[in-house]
């Protein structure tokens, strides 16, 4: 077989680890020789739709280069976000977000971890979530899956940057042109979806079996938002898990008239069997998610059909290599998935990578937060109730560290309520 003509001659690098090796050797000896060290600018084919993308800290690295892990870093923000930072040595940083609660307990196993995954290549990134996970004796849990789930983040982020290309690239690309989200209503936005509280915003505990005054208020409330709205805004009601049973029954049916898109957590998961139970009792779709962990949580969730839409939270069920397994699971049952989000920039941004390239994404929660006190660059402009997609590599996003350096500080304490009327410890 005829070789290339740069194979023979050995004009040209066969590789990129080739191009490196013969750039080191003209780098020394222009050194050596005194003379200035030549910037050398290597041209690539580009996709058209990412022309404009610059490589973010990755320029001069590629997936044939070897890359090392050599650090992770934590940060506890006084808002009580915890982020993680994993650095390598070839410059390129990826960041991601952990449990909210326990914030100190998240950003100190975090670094537990870094026995293990310091002199290690990065972008062997399901490797190493089956190693995280797999590594200890217990598993599973709020805490043990936070620490799974921010450094997960980080690995893809590092990933997509090594190629060059968003998340959503490496899992076979967009499934859609842009990312429906909900949060404040804003006409100029087209913003149209909301979620609200059956108790107003406020937080007036709720007695274990309430009488009819109390529903008919929660009733009138909702009554009255819609009237004001109109029937082409989506309206969720979380009952925020802190609803017990019989009085969810009794609002899940006495709210039907006025047309909630969803009810969310209207009861604790840690009993699915009456999640289920009450599901069977109203056409209202029930949602759940944000207090379930891994592949395994949401399996008897789908299995007793105890909820339609599916809430994971990228930060702590088990990043983004576990949200897109959820979402296949949930595919299964024809059930979309709505990712839970009260967090920072990272929790949005890796949730976006998973709503470009899942085919059952209904809606992003929280979706209009821009985090500018946190990013050193904008998020795309929401229009017509969505977001672009996000085309830099990696998450999508730039951490400004020094603005995120700036909000470090003793997260707040556990918010424990109580009844007014008994003193006894309430949910919130």
Not at 100 to 123: F, I, Q, S
């Amino acid at each position: 077989m005829k070789k290339s003509a740069s194979n023979e001659t050995g004009s040209q690098p066969r590789t990129r680890r080739d191009f490196f090796k013969t750039t080191g050797q003209v780098m020394a000896a222009s050194a050596i020789a005194g003379g200035a060290i030549p910037y050398i600018h290597v041209k690539e084919p580009v996709n058209p739709e990412f022309s404009h993308v610059e490589r973010t800290d990755a320029a001069m690295t590629g997936p044939k280069d070897n890359i090392k892990v050599t650090g992770i870093e934590t940060f506890v923000l006084k808002n009580t976000w915890v982020f993680v930072k994993v650095t390598t040595d070839a410059g390129i940083t990826g960041w991601g977000e952990m449990l909210k609660d326990d914030a100190k307990a998240c950003a100190a196993g975090a670094l537990e971890v870094k026995d293990y995954l310091v002199g290690k290549d990065p972008t062997r990134v399901a490797h190493h979530w089956q190693a995280i996970h797999r590594g200890a004796f217990y598993r599973g849990g709020p805490i043990k899956t936070a620490i799974l789930s921010g450094i997960d983040q980080a690995l893809w982020d590092i990933t997509g940057k090594v190629f060059g290309v968003p998340v959503y690239r490496l899992f076979g690309g967009p499934t859609r042109d842009r990312i429906r989200v909900y949060g404040t209503l804003d006409p100029e936005k087209g913003i149209n979806a909301i979620k609200v509280g059956p108790n107003g915003g406020s937080r007036q505990p709720f007695k274990y079996v309430e009488g009819q005054k109390f529903i008919d208020e929660v009733v009138e409330r909702f009554k009255a938002l819609r009237d004001k709205v109109g029937d082409s805004v989506d309206i969720g009601v979380d009952f925020h898990g802190a609803v017990q049973p019989p009085t969810a029954a009794l609002l899940i049916k006495a709210l039907e008239p006025f047309n909630p898109w969803f009810y969310e957590e209207v009861v604790q998961a840690l009993n699915v069997d009456v999640m289920a139970e009450l599901a069977r009792k109203t056409h209202i779709p029930l949602a759940t998610g944000e207090r379930i962990f891994t592949k395994w949580g949401f399996r008897e969730i789908l299995e007793k059909r105890a909820a339609t839409i599916l809430q994971p939270d990228v930060c702590y069920a088990g990043g983004i290599s576990e949200l897109r397994l959820i979402a296949g699971m949930a595919e299964a049952y024809y059930s979309p998935v709505a990712p839970h989000n009260p967090q920072g920039p990272c929790s949005l941004a890796a949730s976006y990578q998973i709503a470009a390239c899942i085919p059952n994404f209904l809606i992003q929660e929280r979706g209009d937060n821009e985090y500018s006190d946190l990013l050193a660059k904008p998020l795309p402009v929401i229009k017509d109730g969505h977001r672009p997609l996000l085309t830099d590599p990696g998450l999508g996003i730039t951490i400004d560290e020094e603005k995120l350096r700036a909000q470090v500080g003793e997260p707040r304490p556990y918010r424990v309520q109580y009844d007014p009327d008994d003193g006894s410890v309430i949910d919130w």
